[in-house]
C-alpha cells in the first residue's frame, strides 16, 4: 500500500524558508502552505461542508477530546468513519487531545500514564493515554492524526516545561507504538515553552522518532508575539525539510505571514469562524466590526472584489441589519467571508513565493485589528492598509 501521505516541496523563496508544496493524503491533495478551518465537533461552526468547499478549504481539523465525549469514537466508527459522518470528503487532521490538558487544567491531572480529566459536560471520570488518543483517532478515521503530548502553561516554571519535553517525548514513542492504521499519517509534536534550549531538546528527541511530519505546539497559549516567532523561527530549521511542518493553534493574519517566511506549511485557528460570529469580518482594509452605526446606511459589499456568496450577494448594511437582529444567517454569512478571506491570502502566499518576491511581500504586509468600524456615516469602500492585493 502506498504512504498515507507525500509530501513535496515545489518552490522556494530564494531570500528566505518560505515554500510552496503539495500535501497528497488519502482523501485528497493539499497545497501548501495551507490553513486548516477548525471543526471541533465534527463540524466548522456557521457554514455547510458545501459552502466550507467554496471558501477554497482543502484540509479541516476536527477535536479528538471533544468528538471522544460526544458522540463517542464508537459512533463515528460505525458511522464510517469521520469524514462520512460529518459529510466532508476532503482530508481531515484531528489533534490528539493533548491540548485539552493545557485549555482545561482545572479539570484534569497529568501523570506519566497520561491526563485524568472530568467531563467537563457532566464530571465523568475520562482517563486519555497515548494509547486511547491512537486508538480512539484511528477510530475517528482523519488522515493525519497527532501524537498525544503534554501543553504546559505559559506561566509554569523551567522545570516543570522541561518534564512536559521529557513526557511529550516518551509519550510521543507510545503514540507511535499504538498507532494501527497504514492509511493514517501520524505527526509528532515539539514543545520547549520559550525556552530556545529545551524547544532544540524536544525538536532532537521527536525528529529522532522519523515521523511522517512535525507540528510545533505550545504556541498562542499566552506568550507574547515575540516569543511565539522565535519558537518558530528556532525549532523550524531543525525539522526535516522533506516532512511537512505545522504550527498549531496559530493565527492571525500577520502570524501566518511571518511563520511562512520560517518555513511552515500547515496552520490552523478559531480566529476566522469565531470573529465571523462576533461580526467581526477580515478585509484587506483590517477588521470591520460591522454592527457599527456607519453601516446601517452603506450599500456596498464588504469587499468588491471577493468572490464569496456573502460579497456577490448582500451589501454591509444588510449583514449590519442580521447582526443587529441576532440573526442565524449572520454569522453564517460572515464564516463563508472571512474563511473565504484566509483561503484568499494564503492563495496570496503561495503565489508571491513562486514568484520569488516573498520578502517584498512580507514588508509590505500589514493587518489591521481595529480602525476600520469608527465614523457614524456610510463611506466608500475603505483603502487597504497596505499594498497587498488578494488572489481569487
Known amino acids: 500500500m502506498s504512504p498515507p ?11 528566505c524558508s518560505a515554500r510552496v508544496g503539495t500535501l497528497r493524503l488519502p482523501h485528497g491533495e493539499v497545497e501548501t502552505p495551507a490553513f486548516m478551518p477548525v471543526g471541533t465537533q465534527g463540524t466548522v461552526k456557521g457554514i455547510l461542508p458545501r459552502d466550507l468547499r467554496e471558501t477554497g478549504a482543502g484540509l479541516i481539523l476536527a477535536n479528538t477530546y471533544h468528538l471522544a465525549l460526544r458522540p463517542g469514537p464508537e459512533i463515528v466508527r460505525e458511522a464510517g468513519g469521520l469524514h462520512r459522518f460529518m459529510g466532508w470528503d476532503g482530508p481531515i487532521l484531528t489533534d490528539s487531545g493533548g491540548f485539552q490538558g493545557f485549555s482545561l487544567a482545572s479539570l484534569n491531572k497529568v501523570t506519566d500514564d497520561g491526563v485524568a480529566f472530568r467531563s ?11 494509547e486511547r488518543s491512537i486508538e480512539i483517532q484511528n477510530s475517528l478515521g482523519a488522515d493525519i492524526i497527532m501524537a498525544f503530548d ?36 501520524l505527526f509528532g509534536i515539539i514543545q520547549g515553552g520559550v525556552h530556545d534550549d529545551l524547544r ?4 532532537a528527541q521527536i525528529t529522532a522518532l522519523d515521523f511522517p511530519g512535525y507540528a510545533i505546539g505550545g504556541v498562542s497559549v499566552g506568550e507574547t508575539p515575540a516569543e511565539m516567532s522565535r519558537a518558530v523561527e528556532v525549532v523550524a530549521p531543525l525539522l526535516p525539510p522533506d516532512r511537512p511542518r505545522y504550527v498549531m ?4 493574519p500577520e502570524d501566518l505571514v511571518g511563520m511562512v517566511a520560517s518555513g511552515i506549511d500547515l496552520f490552523d485557528c478559531v480566529i476566522p469562524t469565531r470573529h465571523a460570529r462576533n461580526a467581526s469580518l477580515f ?5 470591520v466590526k460591522v454592527r457599527n452605526l456607519r453601516f446601517a446606511r452603506d450599500f456596498t459589499p464588504l469587499e468588491s472584489d ?17 447582526y443587529t437582529r441576532n440573526e442565524m444567517l449572520a454569522g453564517m454569512l460572515g464564516t463563508i467571508h472571512n474563511l473565504t478571506f484566509f483561503q484568499r491570502l494564503m492563495g496570496k502566499i503561495r503565489q508571491v513565493i513562486r514568484d520569488g518576491r516573498y520578502r517584498e511581500f512580507q514588508a509590505s ?28
Open 249 to 252: 493553534g496559530v493565527g492571525g
Open 200 to 203: 532544540r531538546r524536544s525538536a
Open 306 to 322: 471577493c468572490p464569496c456568496y456573502a460579497c456577490r450577494k448582500f451589501t454591509r448594511a444588510y449583514l449590519r441589519h442580521l
Open 5 to 15: 501521505l507525500r509530501f513535496r516541496v515545489l518552490s522556494t523563496d530564494p531570500a
Open 120 to 130: 467537563h459536560i457532566d464530571g465523568a471520570l475520562i482517563h486519555l493515554t497515548p
Open 365 to 392: 504586509f500589514s493587518f489591521r485589528l481595529s480602525g476600520v468600524d469608527e465614523g457614524d456615516g456610510p463611506g466608500k469602500e475603505d483603502s487597504p492598509s497596505s499594498d497587498w492585493r488578494l488572489s481569487h
Open 150 to 185: 503534554e501543553c504546559a502553561s505559559y506561566t509554569a516554571d523551567r522545570p516543570a516545561i522541561e518534564r512536559a519535553v521529557d513526557r511529550t517525548a516518551r509519550w510521543a514513542e507510545r503514540s507511535a507504538q499504538a498507532h494501527r492504521r497504514d492509511d493514517q499519517a
Open 283 to 287: 478585509t484587506r482594509a483590517g477588521l
